[in-house]
């Protein structure tokens, strides 16, 4: 069995890009089935060197974990910070 301070101890790793995403900050919970919903990590720092606030919360769906080993938990998550290329003739238009 799995405590709940078990798991908030375990790096989040999105199998996406590879990225460490953090600690689990909370644990949403469906109430009537007694299961997982999500887990809440807190918000990269968006603002300046992080003294202005951070990001939004990131939930992951309990459908997003792709396995939870000893150290890490491996998930799939869509990466948000896509680097687009612009070249010198998109810039022209």
Known sequence: MLKISDLKMKDIINVV??????FIK??????QSGKIKSLLLPGTTSKFMGFFGRGDDLAISWEQIM???LDVILVEVPSFTEVK???KNDEEL
Do not use: A, F, M, T
Request: hydrophobic share 35%.
């Open 85 to 87: 290329h612009v070249s």
């Open 67 to 69: 396995k939870v080993g």
């Open 17 to 22: 890009d590879g990225k460490r995403l953090g």
């Open 26 to 31: 909370d644990i949403e919970l469906n109430l």
